[in-house]
């Protein structure tokens, strides 16, 4: 009744953004990322039977409130699909730096998922996981698979069709990723609440959820032929019409700050000396910045001198989900 399972974030290239269902979790567009192998959970969950209530630490600290409750009704579905009504202990160690700007949910949920099935007995296929992580986190159903992964958003109305598949796996293509966090707070809008208001507000999201087909065509043939420039100008593309649905949304908003403009532009600048770097961002100020191994120390050097950026963090294209055998 005891497993872990170690699972790494993701970051889309083409973005998530706007649910048509929000209880079962379910998009309004199709999504596609790349698994990173420097940001990670590892989760143990234990079912004890002499346990009156689910207990979970994250770092060996006890999480109370809304942190807390999303993982008991998590593990309360769990329960139902396995039918026993046991409840359980949950370990998580997150190496996921929260100022890293990286939805420490998508790691999160996918090792609970992963470490909560397998202990109660379950043994789900990777579809079947993805299906069920999604109701955790959105973007965690897509770091069950490792390398490239489309979240597919399905067509029936009760979520059975709305999981993640393969695109191409991690030895597919070595490109990496540099997490560059700025000197600055954690976000005020959750992604929940600034999709909401952008789904319910913004004219633009119309325009959003149109460009889909076509970015995510040509992000696919691009990442197959191992195309840099395609993928990367599609994916930036595609984070800037995210971006600008805020800005139509009332009331208005926006995650960027100054210092993630400055890294927007330099990263620009450095493309056009012949620098083929391209950056994404999330639902907060932090910029991630794609690039070749070749050109490494160029595009570190380049990002560690612009103001207000405190730290950089490389990753390089990482694994699904992976269960570790317990000591005992
Ligand atoms: O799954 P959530 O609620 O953390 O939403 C993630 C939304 C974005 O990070 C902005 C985009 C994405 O596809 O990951």
């Not at 119309?206 to 191992?226: F, H, N, T």
Request: aromatic share 8%; with cysteine.
């Amino acid at each position: 009744m005891k497993a872990t399972a170690k699972a790494h974030t993701n970051i889309a290239l083409i973005k998530y953004w706007g649910k048509r269902d929000e209880a079962l979790i379910l998009p309004t567009n199709n999504s596609l990322s790349v698994t990173l192998d420097g940001f990670y959970t590892t989760t143990t969950v234990s079912y004890k039977p002499e346990l009156t209530k689910d207990t979970f630490t994250l770092n060996d600290e006890v999480v109370v409130g809304e942190q807390y409750n999303r993982v008991t009704n998590f593990l309360n579905k769990v329960r139902d699909i396995a039918g026993k009504q046991l409840y359980a202990e949950v370990k998580s160690i997150n190496a996921v730096p929260t100022a890293a700007g990286f939805a420490s949910s998508a790691s999160g949920f996918a090792a609970l998922a992963a470490a909560a099935t397998k202990a109660i007995g379950l043994s789900l296929t990777e579809s079947e996981l993805s299906r069920l992580t999604r109701q955790g986190s959105g973007s965690a159903c897509r770091s069950i698979f490792g390398g490239f992964a489309e979240w597919q958003k399905g067509e029936m109305e009760d979520g059975s069709d709305s999981f993640a598949v393969p695109v191409a796996p991690k030895d597919h293509w070595d490109i990496r990723v540099a997490a560059v966090v700025l000197n600055a707070k954690m976000k005020k809008l959750s992604s929940r609440s600034g999709m909401k208001r952008t789904v319910e507000t913004s004219p633009f999201f119309k325009g959003w959820v149109e460009s889909i087909p076509s970015d995510l065509e040509a992000i696919k043939q691009g990442i197959l032929e191992r195309d840099f420039h395609k993928v990367g100008e599609v994916a930036e593309a595609n984070c800037l019409k995210m971006h600008a649905t805020t800005l139509g949304a009332n009331p208005p908003f926006t995650y960027w700050l100054d210092t993630t403009m400055s890294v927007m532009q330099t990263v620009q600048e450095l493309r056009s000396t012949g620098v083929p770097a391209y950056f994404t961002i999330d639902a907060g100020p932090n910029v991630k910045v794609l690039y070749l191994p070749q050109d490494e120390e160029k595009v570190l050097e380049t990002l560690r001198n612009i103001s207000g950026v405190t730290d950089v963090r490389l990753s390089r294209v990482g694994q699904g989900i992976k269960y570790l055998e317990d000591e005992e």
